[in-house]
């Protein structure tokens, strides 16, 4: 007898010690430090670090729509750091390849230094053209595993905390996405029909909205009238051809959005992971909320902020610029488009757009954002300059 009370008091002291784990509150979330980021068009978020004992600050896309964390090959050779190759494969848009890694850096950024950190290494080559400023490396779960991340799109701060428990702003949303590395939201998406399906939730993505051609297809979500519109995109492994068209509806937690200008992708790697997510959701979209990305609980908040109602970029030009070399190029002109209609041809030169003489590549595609107004537009093609006008339309 005197045995088998033992036993259940043992029990009952584990079953006690067991409880007061569950009720001991959580330690509350420690703040670290808050620094800048800028965004650049689409509303890609950029932050700025130094790697190890590097004094050079380098540019970082703050992505959660990756994996873990990377970094520019050319930046490797720039700085005389050597990747190992390794067995593991990175599948991106576009591309599935042996990834290259360089083990256990640093890195710094203000108020904050991250120890022990694996970099995979990709060429991001054609990011850095498409913003016309040098990208560095992608910042994805290796991060935000770790912290607590408040994203201000009105002030445009970062603030970082140690995992805890930190109270949410009464206004706006509380989302729980399943996690793999990536979250995943399940959205409300109806055009002409309504579907309910997981997506990405990926910070990284200069749009708002993208589905797979295979999800698009077989939910027939689009509706039999949409247009759709070829375009050029980019991703991890370069150009990408796309169709481009709107979703008359597109619900994020309790926040609908109506006309959502929607990417269709053939995804030949299946990096979407179709049949269990059907694309992704951007950050031209979320941009309009202020986050509190919280992987430790995984939890997302969103906040409404000042950019909630900003109207969506409807415009269609048909052509493709990047910067090269210190110009911003036409690389690709679509059939039919605006673009080959104002007489515009590959390797062109944009000189100017508008009243604008920059030579700075998000500049001129904010102004060409402007659907159906006739914009001036000065090349150079041959050595010789020209000025031609084009008038985007719209893809509503």
């Known amino acids: 007898m005197k045995r088998i009370f033992c036993v259940l008091s043992i029990g009952l002291l584990y ?7 569950v009720l001991t509150p959580q330690k509350k979330a420690q703040f670290i430090t808050r620094f800048p980021f800028k965004q650049y068009s689409g509303g890609v978020m950029i932050v700025q670090a130094r790697l190890n004992d590097i004094p050079d600050t380098l540019n970082f896309i703050l992505d959660t729509g990756s994996g873990g964390i990377s970094l520019d090959s050319s930046t ?9 190759i390794s067995d593991t494969f990175v599948t991106g848009m576009g ?41 560095d490396g992608i910042i994805g779960y290796s991060f935000f595993k770790q912290y607590i991340v408040k994203v201000n799109f009105d002030s445009l701060e970062l603030e970082i905390f140690k995992p805890g428990e930190i109270r949410y ?20 998406v109806k055009d002409g029909r309504k579907v309910d399906f997981n997506f990405y939730f990926d910070t990284g993505a200069g749009l708002c909205f993208l589905m797979s051609e295979a999800f698009a297809k077989d939910s027939a979500v689009l509706s039999g009238k949409r247009r759709l519109i070829t375009t050029q995109a980019e991703g991890m492994g370069g150009k990408l051809q796309m169709q ?64 909630f109602f900003d109207a969506f970029d409807y415009a269609y030009t048909g052509m493709a610029t990047y910067f090269v070399d210190g110009k911003i190029l036409i690389d690709d002109v679509v ?16 000189v100017g757009v508008g009243a604008n003489f ?39």
């Open 76 to 84: 490797c050779t720039y700085f005389g750091i050597q990747p190992k």
């Open 15 to 21: 079953s006690i010690a067991i409880s007061q784990e």
């Open 95 to 135: 591309s599935a390849h042996k990834a290259r890694f360089v083990y256990d850096q640093q890195l710094h950024f203000q108020g904050l230094t991250v120890n022990d950190l694996d970099f995979h290494v990709n060429n991001y080559d054609v990011l850095t053209s498409v913003y016309g400023e040098k990208i």
């Open 358 to 396: 920059s030579n700075n590549i998000m500049q001129y595609k904010t102004i060409l954002q402007n659907s159906d107004q006739k914009i001036s537009l000065v090349i150079r093609r041959n050595g010789e300059i020209m000025q031609l006008y084009i008038k985007p339309s719209s893809i509503l």
């Open 169 to 188: 702003p009464k206004q706006g949303t509380l989302l729980r996405p399943a996690f793999t590395s990536l979250p995943i939201q399940n959205l409300h």
């Open 244 to 307: 481009l068209t709107v979703v008359k509806q597109l619900q994020v937690g309790r926040y609908k959005f109506r006309n959502v200008p929607t990417y269709i992708f053939r995804d030949e790697y299946n990096v979407t992971s179709y049949p269990y997510v059907g694309g992704l959701l951007g950050n031209d979209l979320l941009r309009r909320f202020n986050l509190i990305i919280n992987y430790p609980q995984r939890e997302i908040h969103l906040e409404p902020n000042s950019h």
């Open 335 to 350: 059939p039919g488009s605006p673009a080959e209609k104002a007489g515009l041809k590959v390797d062109d030169i944009l």
